[in-house]
Structure formats: C-alpha cells, structure tokens
C-alpha cells in the first residue's frame, strides 16, 4: 500500500498516523507542489494530497482513506462503532479538516510555508488568526475534553487524531497554545504526540519541515 503525499500535510499525517494504529504497512511517496507518480497522478485527478494507491485500487482524500482503511481491518475501530460515538467522531473530524485547519492554515502557511514556495506570506493574516481564531478554537477543546484526556470513548481515537494534526501544524509557527491558559488541551496535545504512530510520524516529517522553517 502507498500514500502518496507531502508529510508535514496535516491531512496526509493523518493517514499515515491511521494506517499505522491499524497496523496496516504503508510506504509514503513524495506528492503534491505539482509533483508525484503514476499512481498519484491517476488516484488524484485534482491533485488533492493524499492519495492511496493498494495495488489497482486508488483514492484520493483522507476521509475516504481512512474510511477504507478501518474497514480492512475490523476490531478497535479508530472510528467507533457505538452509534453516538460515531457521529461525534465524525464531528471532531469535520471540525477538524475544515475549522482548525482553515484558522491554522493561516498560520502555518504564511509563517512557514509561503517562503519555501516563493510566495509572499500575509503575516499580518496568520498573527490575527493567532490572537483572534485559535483561542475560541482551544477555548471549545478545553471545554469539551474529559478526565480521561480523550475526546471520545476513554481512547485515542480519530477524533483526537483529526483535531490534533492541523494544531502540530499551527505549533511548528506559533507558542499560542499556553499551558496555563488551556492546560487540558495541552496535556491532550502533549499525549497525542507521544503515541507511538504520532511521534514516528513527526520524527519523519520534521527535516521537510526543517526544510521550511530555515528558508
């Protein structure tokens, strides 16, 4: 199996973090910025980072991945069984891929990314997506994780991997999230790094991202 895709990509980081707490064996190949294989270029008619390519079958989108992918594998689903559980999963990752990232991305990109593509950064975007978006986007976290520390059923789930990975992004640019201010979505920030697949998957990505932060 192949994931087609650029590492430090919030959404690609996903599949890569998915497939490996289901076990499943995934090589990831460079694409993305116009680059990529046959198999990108055929899974990814749009060019929409990640695509996966599992022998003849390829898809693009990290939903429609990892959705795939929990199904190959049934038994301690990332996406929970349990009808409730289920949609709120589903939220968290809604929440996630669409408001997290639209306020992160504006950070990560004009702080990191802008310059390593040649392209003008808005700074003054990114520093009021920081004083203005991501604090009532850490205020709704801390206000909605439980003792246990995971977003749904007591374990770490796709829940708490889909809201983290735009948050790693925003956190390579950016010392917004104050432990003091919103220590439980610290702590839950801290715990997901340090899972296994989490932290193997920033060890992998960070020279790329190094890459970017020295331009």
Request: a negative charge; proline letters at 7%.
């Amino acid at each position: 199996m192949i994931i087609h895709g650029a590492r430090p990509s919030p959404f690609v980081r996903k599949v890569i973090v998915f497939a490996a707490e289901k076990g499943i064996a995934a090589e990831v190949q460079p694409a993305g910025f116009g680059r990529g294989g046959e198999g990108f270029l055929k899974g990814s008619p749009f060019g929409k980072i990640p695509a996966l390519e599992d022998g003849d079958f390829l898809l693009c989108d990290s939903t429609a991945i990892i959705t795939y992918m929990d199904a190959l594998k049934p038994g301690e689903e990332m996406i929970p069984v349990e009808p409730k559980a289920r949609a709120r999963t589903i939220w968290y990752e809604e929440f996630g891929d669409t408001i997290v990232q639209a306020a992160g991305s504006k950070i990560f990109f004009n702080r990191v990314v802008a310059r390593f593509v040649k392209m003008t950064p808005d700074l003054a975007a990114a520093d009021k997506a920081e004083a203005e978006e991501m604090p009532k986007l850490y205020d709704y976290l801390e206000s909605v994780l439980p003792e246990s520390g995971w977003l749904i059923e007591d374990r770490f789930t796709l829940a708490d991997l889909a809201v983290a990975c735009p948050i790693i992004n925003v956190a390579y640019a950016s010392d917004g999230l104050e432990p003091a201010r919103w220590p439980r979505t610290s702590a839950w920030l801290a715990a997901v790094k340090a899972r296994p697949s989490v932290a193997a998957a920033l060890e992998a990505e960070w020279q790329a991202v190094k890459g970017m932060l020295d331009k």
